[in-house]
């Protein structure tokens, strides 16, 4: 089965510096990469994906890359602001056109400093 | 904005009992989910179901586990007995037919 590595555990950055997040995976046929954000005590919220025909994704302040070849993709936050202080999980999964089933990184958790 | 809800918040079980979390997805998503986060570790996948039947499962999702969707609009997960380890936080999700899956809240689950 597909097997998701996600470092570093814990990113402490000081409020405006970039944060940035790297996952890999095992399963070649993996073709979609979610991320979500968990803030305490919340429900995990999706904030930015990207599918195996593009290579990278923008979406103001977040982006995430990936390297089909290396087998791995990363979020990078610029200008972090002490709200983007959260849990941050990857995922990896084979999307069919219907159900798909993400496995999950460990997490890390961001913390910005004001 | 529509939402996945889930009931009750906080569960507090006796080792052994029995115990039913309840979902409702959103209304026109086709695929449910469950999964389950122990406390400060990563989310993990319980069960999918669609079309009324359990379509993948992980090897959690063992005989004390199921899932039904009793009346079209609720979904839920019960365990048989329920034992220490199964103290987590279990999240419904739901998608419509593309992915992006929506999450509920969460119940927390607290087996004494």
């Known amino acids: 089965g597909e097997n998701v590595e996600q470092h570093p555990s814990t990113l402490s950055v000081q409020e405006g510096d970039s944060a940035v997040i790297k996952c890999t995976y095992s399963d070649s046929a993996s073709n979609y990469f979610p991320w979500y954000k968990q803030e305490l005590g919340k429900r995990p919220q999706l904030i930015i994906d990207i599918r195996s025909n593009v290579g990278e994704k923008k979406d103001q302040r977040i982006a995430v890359t990936l390297n089909k070849t290396a087998k791995h993709f990363s979020l990078h936050i610029t200008e972090t602001q002490p709200e983007d202080s959260a849990v941050y999980f990857c995922a990896a999964s084979i999307e069919t056109g219907g159900s798909y089933i993400p496995t999950f990184g460990r997490g890390t958790s961001l913390i910005v400093h004001p | 904005e529509p939402e996945v809800t889930q009931t009750p918040s906080h569960q507090v079980t006796q080792m052994g009992q029995e115990v039913i979390l309840r979902c409702v997805p959103i209304?026109?998503?086709?695929?449910f989910y469950w999964y389950r986060q122990i406390l400060g570790q990563k989310v993990e996948f319980l069960v999918s179901f669609y079309n009324n039947e359990i379509s993948e499962k992980s090897e959690i999702f063992d005989d004390q586990f199921s899932v039904e969707r009793p009346d079209g609009s609720n979904f839920t997960l019960k365990i048989r007995s329920t034992k220490l380890e199964d103290s987590a936080m279990y999240f419904c999700?739901?998608?419509?037919?593309?992915?992006?899956?929506?999450f509920g809240q969460g119940t927390r689950l607290t087996v004494v």
């Open positions: 209304s026109n998503h086709l695929y």
């Open positions: 999700a739901s998608t419509p037919e593309t992915t992006e899956a929506f």
